[in-house]
């Protein structure tokens, strides 16, 4: 940190005066995330990147490795001049196209890159490396690697209105996050007896050997979801748009969401096609993972609302997060729930355990 003191806003956020609020630190008199929260402080990173250079010196080539692209408007430097309206639109549109977006969405998503993991880094170094590689700028020795409202990462920041000369960096941000543990989906009978316990995992083909070999890299979890071991009668709450947020008001011990076939139009098995990986079907072992944070309360980290994850931020308990667990499940095991629930002689409660 620089020496200058944070000026203390009453809310607990500080500026320099420059409006890019610094992290808080020696704060003593805000509630802080202690060790029994049941959200663990993870890492997620981000690059940030200029893009002055393209009003000088035309497009970028951006994305060739990926895309074989090759600028088409190299005439455009000639002249020195800027694209503006339909003709930067135009060439704006050529970049991309069917081949390359395929390519570079093999690249990014060939490796498990779980915000907070190894591979998110790694992930982030490599598009650094890109960006580094395919736009004219100077590269530091050292990997440019800031956390996010540190000196390093302000001046990086501050600079951008006074240079046209690009540069990328990364910056490291500090929200919370859940890790998946534990998790289980049981049907009890009356007598408490387990009569069916779900299977969790999406099952991979060796026909997608990429899928296959990191088939359990995300578990099968809602992010930002909370832990919790409940049991419950089972209702089936049609499309509960409202979902978490909606059953949490109305009282309910925990939620299970899956997405129903009907969501995939009429790209179904029932009309014909094949699945997945064989064909364009949905897996009936697949499952939609997504975060059940609250949106409409507020976005972004729940700890730091109005403010960047910073390591130092002062922290809140987090307000737009269930208080009751839940787990994202296949429509496969939806199907056998709700054959449960058809069955007249079951009388029994569902166990969902979320552990993480
Ligand atoms: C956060 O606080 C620690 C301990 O005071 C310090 O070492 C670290 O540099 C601070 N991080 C930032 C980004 O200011």
């Known amino acids: 940190m620089s020496d200058e003191k944070p000026r203390q806003f009453s ?8 409006g890019i609020p610094v992290p808080v630190t020696n704060v003593r008199d805000q509630p802080r995330s202690n060790s029994k929260s049941r959200l663990r402080r993870m890492l997620l990173v981000s690059a940030v990147f200029l893009v002055g250079y393209i009003s000088t010196n035309g497009l970028p080539g951006f994305m060739p490795h990926y895309a074989g692209y090759t600028p088409h408007h190299k005439h455009h430097h000639k002249h020195g001049r800027h694209l503006v309206g339909k003709a930067a639109e135009k060439a704006f549109l050529e970049v991309p ?21 190894e591979g998110d880094l790694d992930t982030a170094k ?15 020795d050292e990997v440019p690697i800031y956390s996010a409202g540190s000196p390093e990462s302000r001046d990086a920041i501050l600079s951008i209105p006074k240079t046209r000369k690009p540069k990328a960096w990364i910056d490291i941000y500090y ?6 543990l534990d998790r289980n989906l049981q049907a009890l ?87 997945y990986p064989n064909g364009p079907a949905r897996h009936p072992t697949s499952v939609q993972r997504g975060s059940v944070q609250f949106l409409s309360m507020y976005p972004g980290d729940p700890t730091t609302p109005g403010y960047p994850s910073y390591e130092n931020s002062t922290r809140t ?23 449960l629930l058809e069955d007249e002689e079951w009388n029994g409660v569902v166990r969902l355990n979320n552990q993480g």
């Not at 809310?11 to 420059?18: F, P, Q, V, Y």
């Not at 929200?175 to 998946?180: K, L, Q």
């Not at 049609?238 to 011990?253: D, S």
């Open 97 to 117: 196209d069917e081949k390359s977006c395929i390519k570079t969405s093999f690249e990014y998503t060939k490796k498990p890159h779980r915000a907070g993991s």
């Open 126 to 140: 490599e598009f650094l490396a890109h960006l580094q590689n395919e736009i004219p700028m100077s590269v530091p």
């Open 189 to 275: 009978d009356d007598d408490g007896k387990v009569i069916w316990e779900a299977d969790l995992t999406e099952h991979a083909d060796d026909t997608d050997s990429a899928a296959g070999k990191y088939a359990d890299a995300v578990p099968t979890f809602h992010g930002l979801s909370r832990g919790g071991d409940v049991s419950g009668k089972l209702i089936y709450a049609n499309y509960g748009l409202k979902e978490v947020k909606g059953a949490q008001e109305v009282g309910a011990a925990g939620v299970l969401i899956y997405s129903d076939y009907r969501d995939d139009g009429a790209v179904t098995a029932e009309n014909g096609y094949e699945i």
């Open 175 to 180: 929200p919370v996050m859940n890790t998946p």
């Open 11 to 18: 809310d607990g956020a500080s500026t320099k005066g420059d």
């Open 317 to 339: 308990e987090g307000e737009n997060i269930p208080k009751i667990p839940s787990l994202p499940i296949s429509a496969e095991n939806a199907g056998k729930l709700m054959e």
